[in-house]
């Protein structure tokens, strides 16, 4: 272990920060066990220490890490915070979002999947995969949910527990909230903090006086005690967002699916929460939005901010994007990817969502 005044930052990928400089291993969860992962070093920071990612594992198909510490596990999000900051700072509801809780399942070559997608290019093949819920509320078609997917063109994977449930958003130009009209309403939601009262709303009906064990129950009462999310965040959700529709229902309201409001933004606990639970792209955005930062002499910020900026400045003019354009601009506008140009396009894009978290 080093101290990060020695660091490299051209050989890691990306952040954590834990406090303390205690041992511990990190391990991948699979169908098979749980698997040792070592593609990491470790720098100290006064009283905290820094996992230095050797690889970022995009399309890798582990979408968390269990951290194994004092005999206590905790799980650590695979995908970095500064790839999830444009969902959780929003303050508007974006008319083409939907974001819903997906179960865990054992993913092979027969698992159905998106019409656009083969089943054979899922990066979770044979291990553990997010799935959608397949509801039925009595009235509507379950067929009627299938045009939440159809056409989506966007799916990004927020939170994750490897083998019980994830957050999953999406983008689809043409849903707006008509799914409040179709079983999905009671899984679906327009914003990140609709969908984590939804969770929470699922999962209380597991505990007396109604004891429910369907899946959708069950999946939402294991991803909250899995995730340890605390009970204070849990209860800012639950006083930012008004009922959704299972609690309205259970309430006797005349019209549970309509005639609620979702909140857009997010509370100051629920962020500091995340923020502490994800991996960061580089040590800048770590020490700049973690709610307990490490400390990192400014020399080496100042020279991974340098190289960054440099690669952001000529992805930008080989597309010929204003330099002016924020970080979300220059990804909107960078060239679409042919299968030859696909590996540039991946390092193109990192270079700038590594500038996002703070720029």
Known sequence: MSDISLINTADYKCYYSIDGTVDFKLYIPTPSGNIEYTEYDTFTSVDKTI????????????FNYILVHDNKESI???????DILEFISRDTIREDSWFTIC??????????DHDSI???SRCDTGKYGPFKMIMDDGVSLRDRDGEIFKHTNKVTVLLSVAD???????????IGTSFRDWPAVVCFSKTITGILKLVIEWASLVDSPFND??????????????????????NEISEYQEDMPVYRYIKGESVARHGFTEQANVGPLFLNWIKSTHRYRTLNSLVHNHPSPPVVPEEVLSSERQYIESKVYEVCIKNDIDLTSSPLEILAQIA??????????ITDTNHVKSYIAYS
């Not at 996992?51 to 582990?62: M, V, Y």
């Not at 679409?336 to 396009?345: A, E, I, K, R």
């Open 51 to 62: 996992i230095a990612f050797k690889e970022l594992d995009p399309f890798s198909g582990d």
């Open 76 to 82: 650590i999000d695979a995908i970095c915070y500064d």
């Open 103 to 112: 179960k865990s399942i054992i993913t092979d070559n027969n698992t159905p």
């Open 118 to 120: 083969k089943n054979t």
């Open 164 to 174: 019980s449930g994830y957050i999953v958003s999406g983008r689809n130009p043409v």
């Open 213 to 234: 064990e369907s899946e959708i129950a069950l999946v939402c009462k294991d991803f909250i005690t899995s995730l340890n999310i605390p009970n204070n965040v849990l």
């Open 336 to 345: 679409p990817f042919t299968d030859l140009t696909l590996s540039q396009w």
